[in-house]
Every structure is written in C-alpha cells, then in structure tokens.
C-alpha cells in the first residue's frame, strides 16, 4: 500500500527519475495500491527499460521510507493520441475522486477488454 501522506513525494520522486532518464513526465498520481504514469518516451528507450528504472528506483526510495515496499511483478502500459493527453492527465490528476466510483482492478478489467486483450 502506498501511504496518503507520502504519495506527494513518492510522485515527485518518480517525476525526478523520469527526468533524469530523459523521459518527459506528463502527469504522475495514484492511489492506495497503483500509480500512473503518463510521459513521453524517448525514441531510443524500450518501455520495458523505462519501466523497470521508474518502479527500481522508486521501490529503493519508498524502502527508505517505510520497512516494506514492493510494486506488482507487471505492468500495463497504453499508448495515446496527442490529443488524448489533456483528458488522460485530467483523468490521472483525479484518481481519488475516481477511484471512490469504481475500483481499479473493475476499471483495469474493462479498460482491458475495452481494447480486445482479454
């Protein structure tokens, strides 16, 4: 579980190795047990490497922290249209209020089938 009172700092955290790896962080949030992400990745990097430096590096962070911190094994990633960006940030901004209406795993499921992958 991430902690209401430091997800501030574990988002900015992320932004920061964002940053550092050349990935452009857009919007950065998240809720008890997920976070989201949504950047531009440079042309150079596999998601897969971007991934694994984002959740590395901010797991070691969050293990400082408190005594036990593990992000899940996977992830999900999705590409978007430019024109997506402003509604997928404003969507990443509110997951609090978001999340008081439907569960992620519910979301994730038909976000999943929404676009034919299971």
């Given at each position: 579980m991430i902690p209401k009172e430091?997800?501030?700092?574990?988002?900015?955290y992320m932004a920061g190795i964002c940053r550092n790896q050349k990935i452009l962080p857009i919007a950065i949030n998240g809720f008890d047990d997920h976070a989201h992400l949504l950047f531009h990745?440079?042309?150079s990097m596999a998601l897969a490497t971007a991934v694994s430096m984002i959740k590395s590096n901010s797991c070691a962070w969050m293990r400082e922290r408190q005594r036990r911190f593990e992000w899940q094994e996977g992830y999900g990633a999705f590409s978007i249209s430019n024109a997506s960006t402003a509604?997928?940030?404003e969507y990443i901004h509110n997951q609090e209020i978001h999340h008081?209406?439907?569960s992620f795993v519910d979301e994730y499921?038909?976000?999943?089938?929404?676009?034919?992958?299971?």
């Open positions: 430091i997800r501030p700092e574990l988002w900015s990745l440079p042309a509604d997928v940030a008081a209406r439907i499921r038909a976000l999943l089938r929404e676009h034919g992958v299971v």
